[in-house]
């Protein structure tokens, strides 16, 4: 079907602090999936903020969308310490 570009701008209110010592450092990651049982496919992720509990992030996502076809988003907020190491995300 017929589909265009969409932009995506994220902003999160009142993260849960998963720091010890410090505000959340955190980073958004946004994947997609267009049938209800495939997988979610990666489509983009935010920068990193740190020492903040309500980031209104700059990076926007773009990503496909498709008239008239239900399209499945999962937002994922990671506390990172080190963007470079997402693995050890919260």
Known sequence: GPSVRVR????????ADKDW?????PIC???AKEKKDGP??????TEWIKNNHNPEFTTKIEMK????IKQFLEF???DVDDPKDISKAQ
């Open 29 to 31: 990651i946004v994947k």
């Open 76 to 78: 994922t907020i990671l």
């Open 21 to 25: 010592f410090s505000k959340s450092d």
């Open 65 to 68: 969308y498709v008239f008239e």
């Open 8 to 15: 995506l701008t994220i902003k999160c209110n009142s993260i």
């Open 40 to 45: 979610f496919v990666e489509v983009g992720r």
